[in-house]
């Protein structure tokens, strides 16, 4: 019996002493992004904990004053780290479900421009934004058309209503109302085109082919990064805009 007892607890050290062994190679060899427990870096490519970690700036509605401070300066921090200029926005609170906690605004630095400028959204909204940016818009650009994108149009990213602007109480609320989702119109490339959602989703427009498939391209990419992602092949609300938001449950169309 002992010496069951004593081969029984020196297999258990040996498998301890091997997940510690596999525990240091993985933090060592895997890529950063994909590891929960490293920090998030914008600079890297997307992995497959780069959702959570920045799930990790997500505020509960319920969140007290100092974790929303706390969080949010965080969240500004990753901001910088990667070169974005970024400073907090007045919360807002216009009754009912309409409120937005953690709010930044993008000022400028090493990221593409959202028109009109000023805008003011969750601050993990904005480190998506950043990410679908610099790996997903511009690397797409630059392969379809052989140039990036000056600046990226929307149609804001705040408002006070209920989904398809519902009237019926029984509608949820809109992302737009918590200023987590954002409404892409349009880019502009370096060269001056325009490639349109409401004009080159089809592959009939002036960029043809090129401009759909870039779209799409765009599209598909953004489903790695936010959690829904409605496009002009999901209804027709969305036939002029590519809807990108931050909410808890997920659908990529």
Known sequence: MDRDFADFWNLMWELALGLCAGFALLNVFAPPQDLPWKPLDLNRPIG??????????????????????????????????????????????????????????????????????????QCPLAVRYLIWDRQVLQPTAEDVFGVGVSRVETYGSYACRRIYNATDVASRPSEHARANALDIASVRLEDGRTVSVA??????????????????????????????????????AHRDHLHLDGAPRGLCA
């Open 48 to 121: 497959a904990a780069t959702a959570a970690k920045v799930a990790d700036f997500e505020l509960a509605r319920t969140a007290a004053p100092e974790e929303v401070h706390a969080v949010t300066e965080a969240c500004m921090q990753v901001l910088r780290e990667a070169g974005v200029q970024v400073e907090r926005a007045d919360d807002r609170d216009d009754g009912g479900f309409c409120v937005v906690r953690g709010a930044v605004r993008i000022t400028g630095g090493a990221v593409t421009p959202l028109s009109p400028g000023g805008l003011v959204m």
């Open 199 to 236: 004009g080159d989703w089809t592959g009939e427009g002036r960029t043809g082919p090129e401009g759909a498939a870039f779209l799409r391209r765009v599209r598909d990419g953004a489903c790695r990064v936010f959690a829904t992602v409605l496009t002009p092949d999901y209804n027709a």
